[in-house]
């Protein structure tokens, strides 16, 4: 057996969190003990959610964040969660994960530590298109942590002075403030695949913002509550990621006339799906609601707090239930029912339990068997057929010991199993949802209606991975893949050569070509940066600000990341004029400094000279603020075997030149530069990269 990593949440922990017990007092609004004289509220709520910017080389980062706590402008420090979750940062890079909904004293907060605890930590890494299980190191001792006992690291970070989140007191009422964990893991360490087991070295680098850098759907995951049709509202008890036991607090959320509902095998519309959840079983009906918020402020109160609008709701049996346990993963082949994954997460859901499987695993579907496409209201009628080969899908049945030698194994059961989802019993809801997958390569020729292009990856795995035989006939090839473009047209900028990215599903198992691949989206190198909105039915959306669209499933902001050989260099900037700067590619210590744009990867050192990065030109507003960011990694955390606490923080500004400056500054021969990630906008054209984010660690 080569699965690695089960996780259990520990049964001692199934009770409320600090944070979320608060949320109680702030729910009984003129309960003794909850306000102070004339009932005005000194409590507000902390929106905690969390996301990650990943980098291709990772299959898997397993991680569990332990708490955060917020320390307010009078240095009073204030738990704002304490309820840890085990959390796979590969899975939430394109959504933010609402952690918690929880209770905070009244005053602005200008710092935050975040605890992660690698003591457990399963890091896989890509080669050859294929999972390999890493070893995990610390970057500093080079100790792996599974074997130095606890391996924690308490990082602190300050908020952007210009964006501090603010708890008002309110009398009748609540001030919230929305607060956003960004895990950045291209800064945060360095893997060696020199040997047959890789090594990474972690040193962990993250930020935290009042207004988030990105625009993605906030997901939010957990038991339904309470409904109201009348005011369009459900309610949910937050249980975030893989949580089967702790309820973090609770949220409403609003529905829209085009949130698209899939509940137990069955989509549905606006307030027709709201109708049938509401008749859906309270406490037990786990619900996956994927929302933008929208900021609202009450001038008689002086407080924000804000709402969050349903784009898409997943729910009932097709999301997850008692009978049933789940599979995601990648369909690189098909055999009659039998589905073969890649890149898989196995979820035992009545045990707590998931696992990182690095061993292709088997899926067996059959007439019983229900399919659904999540966001999508145009694909009805789907059937095992519909599951093809480059495919992303998410499957629910039972799993059962295999005997046909299949490796793929979970901890629980002690052996290999694959996962029936026939569906074929009364416990064995048997479903399959297809997700949007992206796929890149470059465009060959192109018509009305479709194209035909040279396939190298399908969701960053590289096409010779992928066995179409069966997918249809003729059975496609990767060098010339055929393409139904659903009505969209390429942009007009568009030539044969160009690297072109598409969002879809593949045409249905047994069919006849063309097409072998249904997009419903479909840019080249520039849109795909901006790009964003509903993918199939939910309703039009308007692109977001913050560089990427509403939905960001369908969008790839350029990544550049840079790295130096330790000890670093003093002096990684070039033609630094205080609002721009470039990466001085002549430094001897740089070892690493690349564009990626999804799966493309441009080396700086191919470029005519080293990039332009400038700030953005958009503006702060309630729903984005650019996040720019350094500091010194070692000084700024606390790990587990430290006597004292960090003597620095991670510093954070929504202002480019006032990074630009607090950056050159800190730089010192002492104080050397490591690693760089910017995320933003990169044109070729002008060999320019606008960046919405900068992380720049020492």
């Known amino acids: 057996m080569a699965s690695i990593g089960t996780f259990v949440h520990p049964r001692l922990r199934k009770t409320l969190s600090k944070a979320a017990i608060a949320l109680v007092c702030v729910g009984a609004i003129f309960a003794a003990g909850c306000h102070g004289q004339g009932n005005i509220s000194y409590y507000g709520v902390a929106w905690v959610t969390v996301t990650s910017d990943t980098i291709p080389v990772y299959a898997a980062y397993i991680v569990t964040i332990d708490s955060i706590t917020l ?7 204030v738990t704002a969660v304490s309820t840890p979750e085990v959390v796979d940062l590969t899975q939430i890079h394109n959504i933010a994960e609402m952690w918690s909904s929880g209770a905070v004293p009244d005053g602005t907060y200008v710092s935050a530590t975040i605890t992660l605890d690698y003591t457990n930590a399963v890091i896989a890494v890509m080669q050859n298109g294929v999972p390999v299980t890493a070893t995990v190191d610390d970057y500093t001792t080079k100790t792996t942590c599974a074997d130095s006992g606890p391996c924690t690291y308490a990082i602190t970070v300050n908020f952007d002075p210009l964006t501090q989140p603010t708890i008002t007191p309110t009398f009748a009422s609540t001030s919230a403030a929305l607060m956003n964990v960004d895990f950045d893991l ?45 005011v369009n509202t459900y309610t949910v008890y937050i ?90 993963g990648d369909v690189i082949a098909r055999t009659g ?26 899926v067996v579907v059959g007439s019983g068997t229900i399919v659904t496409a999540d966001d999508n209201s145009l694909l009805q009628n789907l059937t095992p057929s519909s599951i093809a080969v480059g495919d992303h899908i998410t499957a629910r049945g039972n799993y059962k010991q295999s005997t046909t030698g299949q490796t793929c194994g979970l901890a629980t059961f002690g052996e290999s199993v694959y996962l029936d989802s ?87 198992f047994g069919s006849t070509a063309p097409p072998d691949f249904l997009s419903f989206a479909l840019n080249n190198q520039t849109t795909v940066q901006t790009a964003g909105g509903s993918l199939g039915g939910g309703g039009p959306m308007t692109p977001g600000i913050g560089g990427c669209g509403v939905g960001s499933q369908v969008c790839d902001p350029a990544i550049m990341q840079v790295t130096w050989n330790a000890p670093g260099t003093a002096t990684p900037l070039s033609a630094n004029t205080g609002s721009s700067f470039s990466i001085n590619l002549a430094n ?49 955390t606390t790990p587990s075997t430290a006597t004292t606490s960090s003597t620095t923080a991670l510093d954070a500004t929504s202002d480019f030149s006032t990074f630009v400056s607090g950056l050159t500054s800190a ?17 070729p054209a002008t060999n320019t990269f606008t960046a919405t984010a900068v992380d720049f660690a020492l």
């Open 71 to 77: 320390t307010r402008s009078d240095n009073v420090a």
């Open 186 to 230: 291209a800064a945060s360490g360095t893997v060696d695949m020199s040997t047959a087991v890789p090594t990474v070295y972690v040193r962990p680098y993250m930020t935290i913002g009042h207004l988030p850098a990105d625009t993605k759907l906030i997901r939010v995951r957990g038991p339904l509550a309470n409904s109201s049709v009348d």
């Open 239 to 328: 249980r975030p990621f893989y949580d089967e036991a702790n309820n973090i607090g609770q949220l409403t959320l609003f529905s829209q006339p085009n949130t698209v509902y899939t509940l137990n095998g069955a989509t549905y519309v606006g307030s027709d799906g709201l109708s049938h959840l509401s008749v859906l079983s309270a406490g037990s009906t786990i619900t996956a609601g994927y929302t933008t918020f929208q900021p609202d402020y009450n001038p008689l109160n002086g407080a924000y707090a804000g709402r969050f609008n349903l784009q898409y709701v997943v729910a009932g049996s097709t999301l997850e239930d008692i009978y049933t346990n789940g599979i995601t």
């Open 337 to 362: 029912d039998t589905l073969t994954l890649r890149g898989s997460t196995l979820i035992v859901t009545t045990d707590d339990t998931f696992q990182y499987s690095v061993d292709d695993c088997l």
């Open 422 to 508: 026939t569906g074929t019993t009364a416990t064995n809801t048997g479903s399959v949802r297809l997700q949007p997958n992206e796929v890149f390569g470059t465009l060959v020729s192109s018509a009305a209606g479709g194209l035909v292009m040279d396939v190298s990856t399908i969701d960053n795995l590289p096409a010779s991975v992928f066995d179409f035989a069966g997918n249809a006939t003729p059975t496609p090839v990767a060098s010339a893949f055929s393409v139904d473009t659903e009505g969209l047209t390429l942009p007009p900028s568009t030539v044969p050569g160009d690297p072109i990215w598409l969002s879809g599903y593949a045409a249905p």
């Open 588 to 636: 001897a210590a740089l070892a690493s400094a690349v564009i990626r744009v999804g799966p493309q990867t441009i080396t700086l050192q191919s470029l005519p000279a080293s990039p332009t990065i400038v700030g953005t030109g958009l503006v702060v507003t309630q729903t984005f603020a650019p996040r720019y960011s350094w500091g010194n990694v070692a000084t700024s």
């Open 667 to 683: 730089l010192s021969t002492t104080n050397p530069a490591l690693q760089m990630m910017a995320r933003g906008i990169y044109d």
